[in-house]
């Protein structure tokens, strides 16, 4: 068995800005020595009257052209195997058809890259389990219950991802899936959303991975007529991979990042964007 050599001192991220949250992770791992976080702790708490979470578009900017240049996918395109916003835009609120739409398209993502996709993607998980009510619809399940009648336990509102049937293989590397399950808590002051990784990706997938988080939980609000109140990711394994520390195209992205934290910056909703998904985080 491989041991590999890390610190086991959490590292908690709190902040009311995705990009300085991720910013704030990223900085700690280039400020210190060796390659990951063990655990990772990242609580968002920023987001408007209609559930969009807040970000620093300079951050957001820099890190997509990074990823572009690298030949990797935007953070669009990752927080579309989460969440679909575009579809959802496009069911003008509307979570039947938001479903539906979203199983008529997904043999074509899956066609789109076969070998990252075939093992499917988060959201096609929490719609299309395989097994359980309401065919497998997780989230159909938790907000018909939510709706239903009162004093519902509060741990029947989790959806899960990970499938011992389907993922305990015994494959070297296994791209999909890192994140094993999602909670959603409603609370006084609002929906808050947590989602649990095994590992995680912090230069190429892990922004993508909480604006979709964030995305989700704001879909989950928008069905519970609540707001949207935060979002908690617990990572056990944050990784800084596929990226040099030392590579001179981080530059402009580390500047941005620490920009964040030492002057005011712009901060505003998550918009999305007209790409398609076409890999799997």
């Not at 240049?69 to 395109?77: F, G, I, L, P, S």
């Not at 890259?113 to 938790?142: K, T």
């Not at 709706?147 to 494959?171: K, L, T, Y």
């Not at 791209?175 to 990706?201: D, I, K, R």
């Amino acid at each position: 068995m491989t041991k590999h050599a890390q610190s086991t001192s959490p590292v908690l991220v709190d902040e009311s800005d995705l990009s300085r949250a991720w910013g704030k992770a990223v900085l700690h791992v280039l400020d210190h020595p060796g390659p990951e976080i063990s655990p990772l702790i990242l609580s968002v708490s920023g987001f408007d009257e209609d559930g969009g979470v807040v970000e620093t578009p300079a951050v957001r900017t820099a890190l997509d052209t990074l990823l572009l240049a690298k030949k990797m996918r935007t953070v669009e395109d990752v927080a579309f195997t989460i969440f679909p916003q575009r579809i959802w835009q496009v069911a003008q609120g509307d979570r039947a058809a938001l479903f539906k739409y979203y199983r008529d398209a997904f043999p074509r993502y899956q066609a789109m890259n076969p070998r990252d996709n075939r093992r499917g993607l988060y959201f096609e998980r929490l719609v299309s389990y395989g097994r359980g009510p309401c065919d497998g619809n997780q989230l159909e399940w938790i907000l018909s219950q939510f709706e239903g009648r009162e004093g519902v336990r509060r741990s029947m509102f989790q959806a899960s991802v990970f499938d011992p049937e389907r993922d305990h293989v015994a494959n070297a590397q296994l791209q999909f899936p890192c994140m094993q399950h999602v909670s959603f808590e409603p609370t006084e002051a609002g929906l808050v959303v947590n989602a649990f990784y095994a590992t995680q990706q912090l230069f190429v997938k892990a922004y993508g991975n909480y604006l979709g988080i964030a995305q989700l939980g704001s879909f989950m609000a928008h069905e519970m007529k609540l707001k949207m109140s935060r979002m908690n990711v617990i990572v056990g394994v944050a990784k800084f991979q596929r990226i040099s520390k030392s590579d001179r195209a981080l530059v402009p992205l580390v500047a941005a990042a620490r920009a964040c934290f030492v002057q005011p910056t712009t901060a505003t909703s998550a918009k999305s964007s007209q790409s398609i998904v076409e890999m799997a985080t």
